[in-house]
């Protein structure tokens, strides 16, 4: 390319920083932390992750669906990410039937389920399943604290508009 035409093509292209500027606006919610975790992670899907005040320290291994040993004992991130979502959103439903004054049975449970995929991009993508079980609470009111939860939990938040997550009252 000839300078004047980079030099048109540059004045017209808007900054990097005004880029991620708009972009923050429009997609990131700013937060003041009440609490971080930290983790480091080191040799990828074959290797461990530790979080910064030891108690999280897990081997982890590339399940055999995806190419890898998935070898006993050893765990991957999709199981991480299943068991954080679940207890993140367990949390939110607490909150959420306590909003609607609705007693949710302590024996309730939420079990995540996490599909790696190919997405139509040709790369890899997740899927999400929650299925929430709320024993003598019947199906409707659970289905309105699912449906508060599911605004109120930051893993839902997060991950909104971003990968597939389907809610089952079961």
């Known amino acids: 390319m ?9 004045t017209r292209m808007p900054s990097r920083a005004s880029v991620f ?4 606006s429009r997609r990131f919610i700013s937060i003041k932390p ?3 975790a930290k983790a480091t992670a080191t040799g ?4 461990r992750a530790v979080s910064s005040d030891n108690i999280l320290n897990v081997e982890l291994t590339l399940p055999k669906a995806l190419g890898g040993r998935g070898e006993a004992g050893k765990t991957n991130p999709e199981q991480l990410f299943a068991a954080g979502y679940a207890a993140c959103f367990q949390g939110a439903m607490g ?12 024996s309730n449970t939420v079990t995540g389920i996490v599909d790696i995929g190919k ?8 899927a999400v399943e929650l299925r929430v079980s ?3 609470l019947d199906t409707a009111t659970t289905q309105k604290v699912v449906d508060l939860a599911h605004t109120i939990c930051p893993y839902s938040r997060a991950t909104s508009g ?3 997550v389907k809610l089952t009252v079961v």
């Open 95 to 106: 909150l959420a039937a306590s909003n609607l004054e609705v007693k949710l049975p302590e």
């Open 44 to 47: 990828g899907r074959n290797g």
């Open 21 to 24: 500027a708009a972009a923050a």
């Open 119 to 126: 997405d139509s991009a040709g790369g890899l993508g997740l």
């Open 134 to 136: 709320a024993p003598g």
């Open 2 to 10: 000839s300078a004047s035409i980079t030099r048109a093509f540059a």
């Open 34 to 36: 009440i609490y971080t």
């Open 162 to 164: 971003n990968i597939d």
